[in-house]
């Protein structure tokens, strides 16, 4: 360390720079090739989002497929369904009083229920065919990867767009509380890339949890053996826990080498600056 310290002392502020980032991307490898085993899932993980699709279904399989979703749709029905019901709570709220229900009230709110449960039974029966109809291909198919990526996606969206929204808050809050007499501009933007990490590592660790909530529901849905069934789930989770892995720490390596590098080359500067003083 007082090498390097040494080393960038004696540097350009441009050159003080990338030797900086250098530094830091030594070590970071370093840190990889002493952990082989995270370094190794981490690489595995990633080799499963990328090259991972599923076993290729044949033709009169997918042709089958493809007519049994088309038969198990009932999304029209679900539908109607769901208008009732809204229709029918929106009755209910506008009939009933603060603290009371009439009879009135009372018609709406069974109306509501029966509803409800119309719509229930209509989603039950839907999942119910739609499974028998993944059962047909399996869950190591094709079809399963490309579910389960979508899933992964949507959850990761969310995260990202979670983390986004409360990014923007903060630097809005931050403006109104900056006052140039109190701290420098660099100790607030410091301060806002710290809160910044932070969110998006909240959302999207948040995304990974809901993410491996529903993938559950998306494997059971295909009608698997036991086996089967742990090793697409594993390999899912893996690859999700990787990629999330991945974006986080490309986060936090691009952060800290900026502020690497921002900081040996203003110590570079300062240096060069106090020997010009000191020059006659």
């Not at 720079?17 to 981490?42: F, N, Q």
């Not at 497929?65 to 809204?86: C, N, Q, T, V």
């Not at 039950?124 to 389960?148: F, H, N, P």
Request: contains cysteine; positive net charge.
């Amino acid at each position: 360390m007082q090498q390097n310290d040494q080393q960038l002392a004696n540097l350009d502020p441009g050159e003080a720079a990338a030797t900086a980032v250098g530094v830091l991307a030594r070590a970071t490898v370093r840190a990889a090739k002493e952990h082989p085993k995270i370094t190794g899932a981490w690489g595995l993980g990633l080799a499963l989002c990328v090259f991972a699709t599923g076993f290729k279904v044949s033709t009169e399989a997918t042709r089958a497929y493809e007519a049994g979703m088309h038969a198990a749709d009932l999304s029209e029905p679900i539908g109607r369904a769901a208008s009732r019901l809204r229709r029918a709570r929106q009755l209910e709220y506008e009939s009933s009083g603060f603290f009371s229900c009439d009879a009135r009230c009372q018609h709406y709110k069974a109306e509501a229920a029966a509803a409800r449960g119309d719509l229930d039974e209509l989603q039950r029966r839907e999942a119910a065919g739609m499974s028998d109809v993944k059962g047909g291909v399996g869950v190591l198919s094709e079809y399963a990867v490309a579910e389960t990526r979508d899933t992964f996606w949507r959850a990761f969206a969310g995260g990202k767009g979670f983390a986004k929204r409360q990014s923007m808050w903060d630097l809005l809050f931050t403006g109104l509380r900056y006052s140039s007499r109190d701290e420098s501009t660099a100790s607030v933007v410091l301060r806002w890339l710290v809160q910044l990490l932070f969110n998006f590592t909240i959302g999207l660790c948040g995304a990974l949890v809901v993410f491996l909530y529903k993938l559950w529901g998306v494997v059971a849905s295909y009608q698997p053996d036991p086996v089967s069934a742990l090793v697409f789930a594993a390999a899912s989770a893996l690859g999700a826990t990787a990629m999330v892995a991945t974006y986080l720490f490309a986060m936090y390596f691009c952060a800290a080498s900026g502020v690497a590098a921002v900081g040996a080359a203003a110590a570079a500067q300062a240096r060069l600056e106090g020997q010009r003083r000191q020059d006659p």
